[in-house]
């Protein structure tokens, strides 16, 4: 089955400069790969996605990067501000019927002011 | 739109005891999942409903927990007997996946957090 795993699972940055979280899937059957904060005790809520036919999306101050031959995804906040300070979880799925998310065990962010 | 509705909020219980909760998906949405979260880890699937039948409930501990999705809306999930390592937050996402295949966005319920003692 699918195993995500997720780097570095804390980080701690400046308010004002970026940080980066990157995830690795091994299933290459995966093309779903949406992006989840989770503040304190809150639920986690859908910040940012991919699918396997695009390379880069982007938000406002948030991207995500997808490179399917290295089997890695990752996710880039610039301009970061204390309110990003929560856990950030990556997840892979499949797109097919019986879809099946994978999560990744999670990166504590930190934004310093 | 209303979100995906959980209850109770929290329950704390001893050891063989039982428990159950409940999830009311967003109107409309074909898809119901429920997560285990133990603290300090990504949420883990353990069952996922397509309308009311069973997609997916490999990671389900079926020796002890239960769900069930009867009418193809509300769902409930049982732990029967429970054990100290049954702590954790329990959520529930729904998501409006029709059987196609086209992954949806899944939306989080605030989550049952239960203590077992």
């Known amino acids: 089955g699918e195993n995500v795993e997720q780097h570095p699972s804390t980080l701690s940055v400046q308010e004002g400069d970026s940080a980066v979280i990157k995830c690795t899937y091994s299933d290459s059957a995966s093309n779903y790969f949406p992006w989840y904060k989770q503040e304190l005790g809150k639920r986690p809520q859908l910040i940012i996605d991919?699918?396997?036919?695009?390379g880069e999306k982007k938000d406002q101050r948030i991207a995500v990067t997808l490179n399917k031959t290295a089997k890695h995804f990752s996710l880039h906040i610039t301009e970061t501000q204390p309110e990003d300070s929560a856990v950030y979880f990556c997840?892979?799925?499949?797109?097919?019927?019986?879809?099946?998310?994978?999560f990744g065990p999670g990166t504590r962010l930190s934004v310093l002011p | 739109e209303a979100g995906v509705a959980q209850s109770p909020r929290y329950k704390i219980i001893e050891k063989r005891q039982s428990v159950a909760f409940w999830c009311n998906p967003i109107?409309?949405?074909?898809?119901l999942y429920w997560y285990q979260q133990i603290l300090g880890q990504g949420p883990k699937l353990l069952i996922q409903f397509q309308n009311n039948g069973v997609v997916d409930d490999s990671q389900l501990p079926k020796d002890r927990f239960s769900a069930e999705r009867l009418k193809g809306v509300d769902s409930t999930l049982k732990i029967q007997p429970a054990k100290l390592e049954d702590s954790a937050v329990y959520l529930c996402?729904?998501?409006?996946?029709?059987?196609?295949?086209?992954?949806?966005?899944?939306?989080f319920g605030p989550g049952t957090r239960l203590t077992v003692l």
């Open positions: 991919i699918r396997s036919n695009v």
């Open positions: 996402a729904s998501s409006t996946e029709s059987g196609t295949s086209v992954t949806d966005t899944q939306y």
């Open positions: 997840a892979a799925s499949t797109e097919d019927y019986g879809q099946n998310f994978v």
């Open positions: 109107s409309g949405h074909a898809t």
